[in-house]
């Protein structure tokens, strides 16, 4: 009896203690954050959170509260920010930083697909220094003016440049007109009649639901042994004193290269009929330009394609000549071998900035008013004469 009522007694003497005994607050190991954590921009005064979030310091910048271990012994977050060394970690660039800083790497990549040049300028947001998408950066020549090429915002919100087709229209010699068409030398600091080897790259919108029809052109580079003789090689006309290599969207979107280059059917050129078999189909005729490697990509719709071509001119007298262009960074089409010019006067002169849907025939005629954006011109001269 005597033994029963005594523990009764201790019991309720270890009730009492413990309940006299305040509870504190407890909280998780709070440090700045070494995992990549950005720090939140807003603070909450008076408490402090348990997952990713902040903490307000005596100097009143927020300190990034990360997730401690759970298997380790909760202790009370600092109160300012002095706390010893060992909880304290230096703060390294976040995830976010470094997202955005490969996302600026690789756009840029696809935009100059040759690693290193000596002289370029970009309108792409993401490069350095980058110019204004503007006439003044590009200089357009030789505008048809019936056409306009405004400056306006993309279906996402990017800055770009407008071409539309209204319904019916294809090339420029038929009523309605659709696209644009000048020729842009583009900014005097770069000048691309010195180059060996250059690369043209932009970004290509075609909005949802973009109905292609039979094909249409797209710009591309363009040169000759002058300014004047470089403007005749397009629309059918040929001469050996002038080159261009413009891009194509076909039938269901397949994209190729479309080039005007000095005719294989002279056999000082016989050379240029190997971009008559380029995979997966090509296409010569003696009249028009040369559809090659049609369907090595397709061009989609409702997204941005970032494509770049890459020409590289022939030594004078030898069949050296190289094409190749690279969409979204990936080379999908490579012809080497070629005769670009058969004179050293042969240089490249600008960008051929045209698009329309043709095709000669009605039967190309753009079936319903749509559009196309452009953006992200970017030149490069990677090897010089």
Request: aromatic share 10%.
């Amino acid at each position: 009896m005597f033994t029963s009522k005594t523990a009764i007694v201790f019991l309720a003497f270890c009730l009492a203690l413990v309940n006299a005994v305040p509870v504190h607050q407890h909280h998780r190991r709070a440090c700045r954050a070494n995992s990549g954590v950005a720090a939140s921009n807003s603070t909450t005064s008076n408490s402090t959170t348990t997952a990713a979030g902040t903490a307000p310091t005596e100097t009143g910048k927020p300190e990034t509260i990360v997730k401690a271990n759970t298997n380790t012994t909760s202790v009370d977050a600092p109160k300012s920010s002095k706390t010893t060394s060992d909880a304290v970690a230096e703060p390294t660039p976040s995830k976010s930083s470094a997202s955005s800083f490969i996302t600026k790497a690789h756009k840029l990549a696809e935009l100059f697909p040759v690693s290193k040049f000596s002289k370029s300028w970009s309108t792409s947001p993401f490069a350095d220094n980058a110019l204004p998408l503007s006439d003044s950066t590009l200089r357009p020549t030789r505008l048809l003016k019936a056409l306009s090429h405004d400056y306006v915002s993309a279906p996402d919100g990017k800055k770009a440049m407008k071409a539309h087709f209204p319904k019916g229209s294809y090339t420029y010699t038929h009523q309605p007109q659709g696209g644009l068409s000048f020729y842009a030398p583009g900014p005097s600091s770069l000048d691309l009649s010195t180059a060996k080897e250059a690369t043209f790259g932009y970004a290509v919108y075609f909005e949802e639901g973009f109905a292609f029809n039979l094909g249409g052109k797209l710009p591309g580079l363009y040169g000759g042994n002058s300014d004047a003789e470089a403007l005749s090689c397009s629309g059918g006309r040929r001469s050996t004193a002038c080159f261009s290599a413009r891009l194509m969207w076909r039938a269901a979107g397949a994209g190729e290269f479309y080039t005007y280059l000095p005719p294989y059917t002279d056999s000082r050129f016989a050379a240029n009929k190997k971009q008559c078999s380029v995979a997966p189909k090509s296409d010569c005729n003696p009249t028009y330009g040369a559809s090659v490697g049609r369907g090595a990509f397709t061009w989609p719709t409702g997204k941005w394609t970032t494509i770049s071509e890459r020409v590289r001119l022939n030594d004078v007298g030898k069949a050296n000549g190289e094409l190749e262009l690279f969409v979204n960074g990936k080379s999908v089409i490579n012809v080497d071998g070629l005769i670009i010019r058969d004179s050293a006067a042969g240089r490249i002169r600008g960008i051929q900035m045209q698009t329309f849907f043709g095709g000669s025939k009605p039967e190309y005629a753009s079936p319903k008013d749509q559009n196309v954006f452009f953006a992200d011109f970017s030149a490069a001269i990677t090897q010089s004469l």
